[in-house]
Structure formats: structure tokens, C-alpha cells
């Protein structure tokens, strides 16, 4: 009955989560405002102080609207339960995909890949309820993998050196509309505590790979994609379904002229899969016969999980505090336009 709802609230959703101060320097320098409300779906941001000829000082507002705001006090569990119903979905054989955007230091890899994330709280809920369908008898399979994208390159974040790996393809496959890497490593997920070792792999080998870890870390995108097929005993009734759960580059605008060479080529590449994500979600909310899936890797890779009858949840991720009230601002400008699609 649920999914019955969500379906008619339509596929794509776009929430806020802003993070709480961090530490006392942090403390007393937000720049926002929110209703009473625990759960609300606005967003206040409060500009500068401007002083009028008559001396009189003043702040402009900006209100934003989503489907849901998490507030700094906000814990990781309170944003699982706004996507539990996302990962069932993916149980149920619906494609998936669940970004966390923002600028780096906002939050997003807090909400996805961090110990308690939605990584895996999503799969301690898919193991789950994968043993209790048992009974009803489904049986399923769970496979992982970890890849991330990276200055328009795909590589495999399970696989320690990546000058020995091999290249990852992209494989479409039309009439089932499902996505397959070639050479990627892939883990079956027998047990629900594979996934954090999968996790700390992936860190290991970034930190193996690029000698600033978490630099690059911000300026990739780590897409963990887990395949669901089930298969009923009894009636024979089959379903296949992929949550991709996506930790999105750093949002920053990085200027051009401070960027050179590789850092340049870098810095352009996000920019450019980042708007190309969201002219992706916008044309596919718009009912647009032309979808820009090929204008970047990462759509590319995720064409069959974006569209059609899969599911979007956008997280847009923002700081609480005043320095960052211009970055905020066009974080919160993009999530709307995803969200008024
Ligand atoms: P990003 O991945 O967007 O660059 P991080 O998730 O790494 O940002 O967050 C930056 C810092 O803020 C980290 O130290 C993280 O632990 C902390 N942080 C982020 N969100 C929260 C939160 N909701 N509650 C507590 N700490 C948070
Ligand atoms: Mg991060």
C-alpha cells in the first residue's frame, strides 16, 4: 500500500539534510532558519545583514520547499526511514538510485558511506527481509559492487592496484533494461556484514591509489550498486531489481582560472557530469522524448536506473554556516530545479 502511495507522488524526490555545527568555532555562525515543525519540508536561508539609508538593518530571506528537510540535530536513522521504502522498492524488482549532493565537507559521504550510513543500513534491511521472504518462498541473491567515477573514468573501488585492473566496460542491456560492468569485481553479499568490509576496502584502496585519500574522494563520484533477484519456488515468479546508492563529486564551483592542467581537465569534468545529472532528471521529470544519458559517464552507467518506472531520491546536503551561504544557496538552486520537474 505504501509503494501504491509513492507511486502516485511520482518517482523522483528531492529532500535536505544540513548538518550540525561542527565543534565551538562552528557553533552560532548558521545562517538559517527553520519552522518548528520536527518534520518539515522548508528551508530559510538568511542573507547578509544589509543596513538601509535610514539605518535600519535587515536580512533577505530565502525560503526553499522539499520533500522533506532533516535538521541538523537529524540522525542517520531518521534518514533511513525516508528511504526504507526506496529499498524495498528495489526488492520488489524497481531500479533505484539515491544521490547525496552538495559541496564537500556538507555531510554527503556522513549520510551514505559512513559506518551507520545508508550503505549499510540498507543492506542490514535487504538481508533482512531476504530471511523473512524465505518462508513465503523467495529466494534471493544479493550482489555488491563499489566503482566510482572519476575524471570521466570508471574504476573499481573493490580492487587494490588499479594499474593492474582491468578496464571496466559498460554493458546495456536493452531488452531487460539492466546494466552489467564488465570486469568489475563483484561480491555476493552472503552475510549482512560483507558490506563493511567492502567499505573499508574501498577506502583502503583509495587511500593505495591517490596519495591525498579524501581529496580525491571529493572529486569522484562512488556509486555502490546492489543487484536483488528473486525468485519465488513455488510459483516461479522472478524479479530483478538494483539500488545504486551515490556519493556525488563536491559540488563547489572550482574556478577555472585557479585550476591548471589535470586539476583543470578535473574540474571540468565534474562540473560538467554534475549539471549533466541534473539536465538528466530534469528532462526525464519534463517527459522529454530525448534524454541526455550519453553527455556523461555517470548517467551513462546509471541510464536504466534513472527513468522509465525506477526511482529517484535526491538528498541535496548543506553546511549550517554563514561562509558557506553562497555555495548553499546554489545547491539549494539546483535541488529545486530537479524537484520542479
Ligand atoms: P562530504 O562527504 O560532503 O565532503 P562529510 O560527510 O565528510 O562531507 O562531512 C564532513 C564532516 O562533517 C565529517 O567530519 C563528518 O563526520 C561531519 N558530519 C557531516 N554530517 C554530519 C551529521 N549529520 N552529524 C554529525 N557530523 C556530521
Ligand atoms: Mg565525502
Known sequence: LFNKYQELKGNIRVMCRVRPPLGALEE????????DEKTSAEIVLAGPEERSSLGVVSRKNYPFEFDRVFMPASQNEEVFGEISQLVQSALDGYNVCIFCYGQTGSGKTHTMSSDDGMIPRATHMIYDTITKLKEKSWEYTMEGCFVEVYNEELNDLLVPNER??????????????????????????????????ML????????????????????????????????????????????????LAGSERLK??????????????INKSLSCLGDVIEALGRGSGHIPYRNSKLTHLLQYSLGGNSKTLMFVMVSPLEVHLKETLTSLRFATKVHNT
Open 164 to 197: 593492474n585492473a582491468k578496464k571496466l566496460e559498460i554493458r546495456h542491456d536493452e531488452a531487460r533494461k539492466q546494466t552489467t560492468i564488465i570486469n568489475c569485481k563483484t561480491v555476493k553479499l552472503s552475510s549482512p556484514d560483507v558490506v563493511e568490509t
Open 28 to 35: 552560532d555562525r548558521a545562517g538559517m532558519s527553520f519552522p
Open 200 to 247: 573499508s576496502e574501498a577506502q583502503k584502496n583509495r587511500s593505495v591509489a591517490a596519495t591525498k585519500a579524501n581529496e580525491r574522494s571529493s572529486r569522484s563520484h562512488s556509486i555502490f550498486i546492489l543487484k536483488l533477484v528473486g525468485k519465488n519456488l513455488a510459483t516461479g515468479e522472478q524479479c530483478e531489481g538494483t539500488l545504486n546508492l551515490v556519493d
Open 256 to 269: 577555472h582560472s585557479q585550476a591548471e592542467g589535470d586539476r583543470m581537465k578535473e574540474t571540468q569534468n
